[in-house]
């Protein structure tokens, strides 16, 4: 059954994308059955026509996390910290400005700040930072917070997160990132961070985003103890709201990217009816079956990010002969996923090149929008490098 399933993927073609779309329960049933080579020589493929050419994106950005302080407790969540807690911290505008200049030294073009859901912070301490940020550093793009960060200033100011967004893109803010998606699926949602609001907040602020044409990717992390119909669902709602915003003739997502969760020094893996971190979580082949899924199933989502912070660089390296086109970010420094327990948080950028190039792939930078870039190359000269992280 999924081999005539594959078989018929194959005479997909980008003039009609919708046209041979995969039902949930298609998906599902390749999800459970398909062997990973079958899969990942199908999304292959599927990649070569979506986004044709030998060459792989990256990005050279850093991420700024801002606060840690937050109110929403995600079961998973090792970076965040309690209010009044000891470790609570909020960064100076100086402090984020370093950060911005580091980042310009090494040629890099865009900032992903983001941080918890913090109380304490007037709507007017997220304006001026913008402002600020926007007239000391005007050649970076700043796509900052998510959706629940969005909601939190909703909730503080009583203005809708419309009109939230909205403040905010006349400050300075290019784009909402996806970050806090975890599972669109309510019951998974519910059981890991009940807090966070159902799938349909989140679809609603990105949807809003979105009418205000400001550059949204959308994001997935699993391994919760979900199974394979859940994560296609996940993949089903993305590919709807990307199907409305296309409609719409407004900005759609630009990528989807997604990993499992991070639970090395989290006590989340320990938890819920008996299961253990070794259950939770997922490995490297699971990983790779859920970029290849992706890959098929988003047929109006173009790119997908292999996540080399999380999975390492080799297992990214095989998502690019899976159904991934781009590498994502030099990143530079990353305290959320780090926080439970990844230790590379950063890449140069001639690391990443280099894994690219061994994929048998060329590599080009690019912008927030995967708008391409002159990208240079070891003749050239030193590549961008990561700096060290400002205490």
């Known amino acids: 059954m999924w081999a005539s399933i594959l078989e018929r993927q194959a005479a997909w073609t980008a003039d009609d994308p919708t046209a041979l779309r995969l039902s949930a329960e298609e998906a599902t049933l390749l999800y459970e059955t398909a062997p990973l ?13 979506q986004v044709p050419g030998a060459e792989v994106t990256y990005l050279i ?34 402090e984020i400005s370093n950060r911005f200049s580091e980042l310009e030294s090494i040629g890099g073009v865009r900032v992903l700040m983001q941080g918890g859901v913090n109380p304490d912070l007037p709507f007017s301490w997220y304006t001026d930072v913008l402002r600020e940020l926007r007239e000391r550093h005007p050649s970076i793009d700043l796509d900052c917070f998510s959706p629940i960060e969005i909601q939190g200033m909703s909730d503080i100011t009583g203005m809708s997160t419309l009109d939230v967004l909205r403040e905010l893109k006349e400050a300075g803010m290019h784009g909402l990132p996806g970050g806090g998606a975890e599972m669109l699926v309510e019951g998974v949602r519910r059981d890991v ?38 994560r296609v669902e996940h993949l089903v709602r993305v590919r709807g709201m990307q199907d409305e915003a296309l409609a719409r003739g407004e900005l759609p997502f630009t990528s989807f990217i997604a990993w499992p969760v991070q639970l090395e020094t989290n006590s989340f893996g320990r938890r819920n009816r008996g299961q253990n971190r070794v259950e939770l979580g997922a490995g490297p082949s699971e990983y790779l079956r859920h970029v290849a899924i992706a890959r098929l199933m988003l047929d109006v989502v173009d790119h997908i990010q292999a996540s080399w912070p999380t999975m390492g660089v ?9 159904g991934a086109d781009d590498i994502g970010s030099t990143m530079m420094e990353e305290n959320v996923v780090s926080a439970s327990g990844t230790s590379k948080i950063s890449a140069s950028e001639i690391e990443l090149q280099r894994l690219i190039a061994r994929a048998g792939l060329k590599p080009r930078r690019r912008n927030s929008r995967y708008e391409l870039l002159e990208t240079p190359t070891e003749e050239d000269g030193p590549l961008a490098s990561p700096v060290p992280a400002l205490a």
């Open 37 to 49: 080579h079958a899969l990942m020589s199908a999304a292959l493929m599927r990649r070569k026509k």
């Open 61 to 94: 950005d850093r991420n700024v996390n801002y606060t840690n302080a937050c109110t929403i407790n995600c079961q998973f969540c090792s970076f965040y910290r309690p209010m009044g807690h000891d470790e609570v911290y909020t960064q100076t505008i100086d």
């Open 193 to 230: 961070s009940p807090k966070k609001g159902g799938p349909e907040q989140w679809i609603r602020i990105m949807r809003e985003a979105q009418h205000l044409n400001l550059v949204t990717s959308a994001t997935n992390v699993f391994g919760f103890g979900e199974g394979p119909a859940e």
């Open 314 to 322: 080799d297992v990214a390296q095989m998502a690019l002969l899976g």
